[in-house]
């Protein structure tokens, strides 16, 4: 019963101690007024922005989710790639690491305004000195305390302040970062399908043209058999056929390329995803054409582009960290404080009236020899913030630049479709007239070698340029930082 008294009185004297001197700090903390923390105040740079695009049209912007705008690619393995990308591309998970890695500096250093409190106990036993062994003592003194410590350093010049808003901005760069990676990756995926889906289109289109190739030479070296037609025919029939056949195993290549691409953009191996391509049923043709872009979408909306915002909240930060350096130039004021216990006698006499211990103070804090390195780490930190500056009105120009960029390639990359479009509808029925008419024996086989020639190469263009279009629609996307909600 005697034992559990006493481990019951010690708890309580413990926890008496520890909520008596934290109240103490708290009180200190709320009771007193600081001023404002030295160091500049940031304001984001003027960074004039042009009211509308150069190479945009008079079409009004239309307001489009992330979801409504892929879908109008109408392809529902591209969705599902994109999905994939999101949980498993491994830039992304850098990315989220590097967010969280954020999050937990900014709880720290939140952490790093408050009071200390720290409750510890221990024992001392000492050995007699010689003195006390002349005296006859055998045996040495043991001393036992029990003590709750707290310590706060006075936020007086804002240096915990300044910290605090640093580590908040870079937060916020990390939030931005992250996003922005992952917009990145989307375009990245869509742009690598696109140029997956090139590859098979052409392919197709090689192999179509193979077939009626094949069947042109036959044509044409049953009628060098007969008599009908000069071995020229023939051969010349034979070297388009070769040709044709040449050009399909780099697009195969290309092909199988893209899929590697992929692979490693969803975090897969790429003979996982080269088998999985290979057993998708969906059809082997481009996207369809997007049709809603904001092509005269106010200038103001770059801001919003996450690589833009970033460079913007790395800037902040940088600012507060110049606060943060000049507050070292000034005095340092901190407060301290014990309770406890402290006594050589039984566990009863410790935790007695008389052996009570209690201690506080106030110390200052003046830099004086180390001033000159102190005032350099100003200056460096404010050269870091000037380059952090010329980082983001560099980054808003260089957005600028994409956009104008994007525009351009999506208005000429629309007109040269529908260009290519008529060609190979023309080509497509010059190729059927030229083969009626040799077949008739109006013309020789050169005729029928060009017509197949320009159907070939207009209708490989036609489906370059459609992939264009869509690459345009995609680099649009990127250069205006993701789709375009309703802010209403």
């Known amino acids: 019963m005697t034992s559990f008294r006493k481990r019951d009185a010690t708890s309580l004297v413990l926890a008496c101690l520890t909520v008596s001197l934290g109240a103490m700090s708290l009180g200190l903390l709320s ?96 050995l007699p000195d010689l003195a006390g062994k002349l005296r006859g003592q055998t045996t040495g003194d043991t001393t036992n305390q029990v003590l709750a410590q707290s310590s706060w350093e006075l936020d007086f010049w804002g240096r915990q302040r300044r910290a605090v808003e640093a580590d908040a901005a870079s937060l916020h760069a990390a939030e931005e970062r992250l996003a922005w990676a992952r917009l990145s990756v989307r375009a990245s995926v869509a742009s690598v399908y696109v140029q997956w889906r090139l590859a098979q289109t052409r392919l197709a289109v090689a192999q179509s043209n193979l077939v009626q190739q094949q069947e042109n030479a036959r044509i044409a070296r049953a009628r060098f058999r007969a008599g009908a037609s000069s071995e020229l025919d023939w051969r010349q029939a034979q070297t388009q056929l070769a040709q044709t056949a040449a050009q399909v195993p780099g697009l195969q290549s290309a092909l199988a390329q893209n ?107 003046l830099p004086l020899f180390d001033r000159g390195r102190l005032k350099a780490q100003v200056q460096v930190q404010d050269q870091v913030f000037r380059q952090a500056l010329a980082t983001y009105q560099g980054q808003v120009l260089k957005a600028q630049q994409e956009v104008e960029d994007a525009f351009t390639q999506l208005y000429h990359s629309r007109e040269q479709a529908r260009l290519t479009h008529d060609a190979e509808v023309a080509a497509s029925r010059a190729a059927e007239l030229a083969m009626s008419r040799y077949r008739a024996g109006q013309v020789d086989y050169l005729s029928v070698s060009s017509a197949e020639q320009s159907r070939l190469q207009t209708a490989d263009s036609a489906a370059q340029a459609r992939a264009a279009v869509l690459q345009a629609v995609i680099a649009v996307y990127r250069a205006m930082g993701g789709a375009w909600p309703d802010p209403g």
């Open 31 to 126: 009771g007193c007024q600081l001023p404002a923390p030295v160091g500049p105040d940031f304001h984001a740079p003027a960074t004039p922005l042009p009211a509308t695009w150069s190479a945009a049209d008079t079409q009004s912007p239309a307001p489009i989710s992330e979801a409504a705008f892929w879908a109008q690619f109408q392809d529902p393995l591209l969705q599902s790639l994109l999905a994939e990308a999101d949980a498993n591309n491994l830039d992304l998970a850098s990315a989220g690491a590097q967010l969280a890695a954020a999050q937990g500096v900014l709880r720290a250093t939140q952490g790093g305004s408050l009071p200390t409190v720290a409750l510890g106990a221990n024992s001392t036993y000492a």
């Open 259 to 365: 899929s590697h691409a992929l692979a490693v953009l969803l975090g897969q191996s790429p003979a996982a995803m080269v088998a999985r391509l290979q057993a998708s049923d969906a059809p082997k043709a481009l996207p369809a054409q997007p049709t809603r872009w904001p092509l005269s979408a106010p200038a103001e909306w770059l801001r919003r582009r996450p690589d833009v915002s970033q460079a913007l909240w790395a800037a902040a930060s940088q600012s507060a960290r110049i606060g943060q350096s000049e507050a070292a130039l000034y005095p340092s004021f901190s407060l301290s404080g014990a309770l406890g216990v402290s006594g050589s006698g039984s566990a009863s006499e410790l935790f007695s009236w008389d052996s009570r211990l209690v201690n506080a103070g106030l110390s200052f804090s």
